[in-house]
């Protein structure tokens, strides 16, 4: 029997992998999210070599909705400036609804919600949540009553 307090809690083979667009960074949202237990992929570790600079949001969207992973982004537009892409997809996104926050802040916000973001993507897409100071909305493709 374990002793003492649990930081970290214990990942089960169905947790989500999350992947964060290049608008989230590379450490300190990532750091945040793997001090909970998850595995993140950060855009520059999938596309490295300045690869994640060149590459079309149209290109990862495909590749995230095909490798399974959860979306995590700043880039709120998503909705608006590809959905013709994510309507053929079944990916799950989660989008902060305020693109100027800090890194910290991020980080915080995408912490502050991460057990509800995680139950959410548990159902299959495609759909967009965004990330508010409150709570996840649904955002796409319709609002649902189950929010």
């Known amino acids: ?3 003492g307090p649990r ?3 214990q990942p089960e083979l169905a947790d989500p992998v999350f992947f964060l667009d ?3 960074g590379r ?3 990532a750091e945040a ?3 909970r237990g998850y595995e993140v992929l ?3 570790e999938v596309y490295p070599g300045g690869a994640d600079e060149r590459i079309s949001d149209d290109e990862w969207i495909t590749r995230a909705d095909t490798e399974g992973w959860v979306a995590l982004t700043k880039d709120y537009q998503i909705i608006r400036d590809h959905v013709e892409t994510l309507s053929r997809t079944s990916l799950r996104v989660f989008s902060l609804n305020n693109a100027n926050l800090t890194g910290s802040e991020m980080a915080g916000r995408f912490d502050m919600h991460l057990n509800r973001i995680v ?3 548990t159902k299959p897409g495609p759909y967009i949540y965004a990330v508010a100071s409150k709570g996840l909305e649904h955002r796409w493709p319709t609002a649902s009553s189950e929010d």
């Open 1 to 3: 029997m374990p002793s």
């Open 7 to 9: 930081r970290k809690r």
């Open 22 to 24: 290049r608008g989230l």
């Open 27 to 29: 450490y300190v949202v």
């Open 33 to 35: 999210i793997r001090d």
């Open 42 to 44: 950060p855009m520059a």
């Open 119 to 121: 139950q959410r993507a």
